[in-house]
């Protein structure tokens, strides 16, 4: 089985794909060739099988064509622009996430192998005046051209599979936290940076305040759940292919509470409260009354604590002194 | 005011130019110049301001740039691939009503005027595993090509909208029936033969079983809706440009009984019926119990009895002798 992962050189990709060496198998059937693509050079993986790292600009077709080969199974489509660049960066945002996605999808429904395509969207579908609560069959409603670009994304995936040109299955991810690395240009950054800049022992931002509501999950559990997407056998997926992710519902303070309770108390002080007006009227058009019904009927999992969550970035992500 | 009709040339597009028209003005303004642009030439209307006829590719972004002039102050895009032609071809379909609806967004956010844009959408949005009643805020759920198209339609010109780029507002419309003229590609071209063609004498093919419910308008409504659309105050259209076209749901059995009540009993008596099952395939996916509760409280109206559809067709459309 040869799997391809768009997106491989970011925080989600790269960890996919070390699940997915430490695993060997997918499908029921043994790995034998993994792509990373992305736009630069993704960092390399140690893997019980072949591993190749391309770049690819998925805006453009003829990139794409290349980059995706004949024999590919399985192509997780990950890469995206975020939901705050997409929101300054008008075209760029619909050149990669609208037209990037309909690019990968003609070239996969032009290969003989009829791949499993797994589409990471986001709970940014949702939005505007639409009662609570959230369920998978709520109207996609984004108030964001990044949720736009989402929900559009998810109507190309159902046609495609319908069609039977592709195996389609997409995720609405929840808010990835704790992310590592460095902020990035979403508007739900702070999210992750409010945790793990304290428990690196850096100073951080918080944009809004400690009752704000948001729908979460860890990148382990992410993870997971990607790769029990890619399984989900197809007659079990209905008539939309497309579903929330699992995620639980926390406050920042709930937040803080649990970095507070796994590290001590000295973290949450370097936590500086600045109100950033741009940055909340986008997260609070977003919705976090969350009820996740199809994906955990089908065996996907949130996190059991946000305490979890601390303690997945300390085990696996913070860096080492 | 200048406005623009694209789709020009087909039914609604004909009629709606032929009210404007009658009619003089739009939003309070008179017209100056309508325009009327198809893929073949449209036919000629006379009007008391400046009419242009044009041809125009609206899969192609040149074309469509070159079509639409700076001082464009509203357009109506009602050009489309219909539903059973963009089942057999995948390509036309999402050239013409997606990157077609795309075009026309990018070269009307280039325009000074910021202008109205009048989209129209199908009830074909809906579908799948969604529960009745059908209200405008209906998870969109396209079983078809059409549909999916449409939909991704809706989520351009919201955003678009929300961007403040155009002054968008879309209407799913019921079928159109009775439609004058000739049978065409749509899956629910025989919605109108059934009724137009033994009104003129002539032998139609029922697809369906007389019981089947559907969800209708006249072509009369339907333009006088549109000219509605257009002068919705911006402010009342809230979060969601989008909204159903009210009509009304009848099955075919009370269809045919209004053609006896208005135009005799020999008329039924030309239908032939013949199942047709890929007709039914597509056509028993689409949703009749529909709530256009938004559209109603802004105006708009469907028609009071389906035997209103049979006598419009016969003052406004049949040939005369």
Redesign the interface.
Known sequence: MKVLIIGGGGLVGQKLGKALAARGHLRDTEITSLVLADVVDPAPIDAPFAVERKTCDIADRASVDSLIEADTDVIYLLAAIVSGQAEEE?DLGYAINMMGTLNVLERARALETKPVVVFTSSIAVY????PDPIID???????T?YG?QK??GE??L??YS??GYVDGRGFRLPTISVRPGKPNRAASSFMSSILREPLNGQEAICPVGEDFPHYYLSPRKCVENLIKGAEIPTEDL???RCMMMPGRTWTIRQLVDAMTAVAGPEAAKLIKWESQPEIERIVNGWRFDMRPEKSIALGLEADESFEDNIRYYLEDDKPKP
């Open positions: 008008f939005g505007g005046e639409v069959h709520t109207f996609l409603n984004p108030q051209s736009a929900a559009i109507l190309l159902n046609d319908r069609k209905g008539m939309n």
